[in-house]
């Protein structure tokens, strides 16, 4: 066993499959293939499962498969670690993040650091669905508002207000509410997956939720902003969805005097990435553009 075959594993549940993994490492399918066979061999146990569409894990190929991404995510951050000095960051990044966010502001941002890291390279994903950073690979993610418990390793980098409107249209016909318990008459457009959904409002000093429902859920803050403005109800979302359409009278704030004075933007990693220098380099670097930019 040896680290390259460990690495070729790795690609190859990442990728699902044989002919993916080998595109990404510029292999042949055939090599890849004999290399996790031989991987197989060496540890007496089988690690995946084949079939001719997609490839599945064992329970102890899941266990390998995270135990050889914790070592070889500290060869790597041990590597850096010694050339920092002469190179800087390097290496690949895998980095999850919201859609909207990442278009507005991760796009440029990646591109600048890109600019300035010439041995850095990035395999972005733009999803407003929650990954599972582990079990997918992802080396880190981004994630807006409060954060479930977790392992994983949380920065906060920077606070954004979140505000609650609606088209003048709307108004007009079902009246502007007064205080959040008046969300109850009102159709709200929710962002997220299922379940109930609560929105955190300020009453009487103390932050409560308010359970809201409505004609539409998506899991993507611009569908929702853009039926609002269609006058299809309110909407609660971060600033930087809505400023434009705000900005030019399409929607207008309510409940202003009961929003909580901001959410906040994290960087998530595994634990046993915390040494590396190419991740602790990008999270500072965002910190500091997008304080700039998005301070509440």
């Not at 050889?68 to 850096?80: C, S, T, Y």
């Not at 850095?120 to 994630?143: C, K, P």
């Amino acid at each position: 066993m040896n680290l390259d075959d460990m690495r070729i594993f790795v690609a190859t549940v990442d990728a699902h499959n044989f002919t993916a993994a080998a595109n990404r490492l510029s292999l042949s399918k055939q090599f890849v293939s004999r290399r996790v066979m031989a991987l197989e061999e060496a540890l007496g146990v089988q690690l995946l499962i084949r079939n001719t569409r997609k490839l599945a894990v064992t329970d102890l190929g899941q266990e390998f498969y995270e135990r050889a991404k914790r070592i070889l995510g500290e060869v790597e951050d041990a590597g850096q670690a010694m050339s920092l000095g002469r190179s800087g960051p390097r290496g690949l990044l895998r980095v999850s993040a919201p859609m909207s966010f990442g278009m507005l502001h991760l796009s440029p941002l990646v591109a600048q650091f890109l600019r300035e890291h010439g041995d850095v390279r990035f395999d972005m994903e733009l999803s407003d669905r929650t990954v599972d950073v582990v079990g997918e690979g992802f080396d880190m993610a981004i994630r807006i508002g409060t954060l479930p418990d977790s392992t994983l390793v949380a920065q906060k980098l920077v606070d954004v207000r979140m505000v609650a409107c609606c088209s003048p249209g709307y108004l007009r016909r079902r009246g502007r509410p007064a205080v959040p318990a008046d969300l109850e008459r009102h159709s709200c457009l929710l962002y997220g997956h299922g379940g109930i959904v609560s929105w955190d409002f300020v009453v009487d000093g103390v932050v409560k939720g308010v359970e809201v429902r409505g004609p539409l859920r998506a899991n993507n803050g611009d569908l929702i902003r853009d039926a609002a403005v269609a006058g299809l109800g309110i909407v609660r979302l971060p600033d930087f969805i809505v400023a434009d359409a705000l900005g030019r009278g399409q929607l207008v704030p309510v409940l202003e005097a009961f929003l909580p004075a901001a959410t906040s933007v994290y960087a998530v990693y595994p634990q046993h990435r915390q040494s590396s220098v190419t991740i602790r380099a990008f999270v500072e670097f965002l910190r500091k553009h997008l304080r700039k930019k998005l301070a509440a």
